[in-house]
């Protein structure tokens, strides 16, 4: 068929324009909505701090993308209210937050008791047991929040969920020696199904090692209504596997930033 040239060109252009503005359309809604995310992490972790922090405490920071808010709300604090804090990183880059803020910085050996740790979590379910180390510092994470008197979560609304694993689809982490990894694999994917997998690095070839030199294995498409308590308990009496990303009975309370600007708490 014959389009005359006139009508090719129309049509081109037609074409050309709906693409170009569905595209900045499509990225102006990712914007949007990443926007909105931050903006939920940021007002969780504010109101956290703002709320179980005081002068004179020893606090607990937690690793990943939504404790950055809460270093910089405690930063904040300092600077202008002049309160006194001394704060225990549980990671690498907790440690550079501390020190990057100008905080002042102790460990467990200097401040073994914590008043408060605020961490954030991958998925929150109704009886606030959660699952963590989707960054991999789990480890130090769990034994930091256990010296604390109370652990606070920040997290914003794609984190809370009825059961384990409703909203959080990359598994379970579990940090395991090295030399211990697939026969950890074999005897999970045995005793209680689902899939494990070794966590492979980005930018580097090989697998994710953590801050205390073991690797991730990452347990997907579990069985939902496990009971987590007794799963964990079994879990880490297995030699090689040197804790889980379960944390159970261990939060106190959650806040949940929401897209409408509120927050929405759970204890
Ligand atoms: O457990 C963690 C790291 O080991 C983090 O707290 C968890 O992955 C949540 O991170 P983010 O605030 O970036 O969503």
């Not at 047991?129 to 256990?146: F, H, R, W």
Request: with cysteine.
């Amino acid at each position: 068929m014959n389009i005359p040239a006139k009508i090719l060109k129309a049509n081109l252009f037609t074409n050309f324009r709906s693409n170009y503005f569905s595209t900045k359309y499509y990225y102006l809604s990712i914007a949007r909505d990443k926007m909105s995310l931050e903006e939920a992490k940021k007002l969780a972790a504010y109101r956290a701090v703002d709320e179980h922090v005081e002068s004179g405490y020893t606090v607990g920071i937690g690793s990943g993308s939504t404790v950055i808010y809460a270093v910089d709300r405690l930063a904040q604090r300092v600077t202008e209210e002049n309160i006194k804090v001394k704060c225990v990183p549980t990671s690498f880059q907790a440690r550079q937050l501390i020190i990057n803020h100008k905080l002042a910085l102790t460990d467990l050996e200097i401040s073994p008791h914590l008043n408060v740790c605020i961490d954030g979590a991958d998925e929150v379910d109704s009886n606030l047991n959660l699952i963590k180390g989707g960054g991999g510092c789990l480890l130090q994470e769990k034994i930091v929040a256990s010296c604390a008197e109370q652990l606070i979560i920040i997290a914003d609304y794609t984190k809370h969920s009825c059961l384990l694993g409703e909203q959080y689809k990359k598994g379970i982490p579990i940090e395991v020696s090295p030399l211990a990894y697939v026969p950890i694999k074999l005897k999970l994917e045995k005793k209680y199904k689902g899939d494990v997998a070794l966590r492979m690095a980005v930018n580097k070839a090989g697998p994710v090692v953590t801050d205390n030199g073991n690797f991730i294995l990452d347990w997907k498409d579990f069985d939902q209504s496990l009971n987590w308590k007794t799963v964990n308990d079994d879990l880490v009496s297995w030699p090689g596997i040197v804790d889980t990303g379960l944390f159970i009975g261990m939060a106190s309370k959650a806040y949940f930033g929401l897209k409408d600007g509120s927050v929405k708490t759970q204890s």
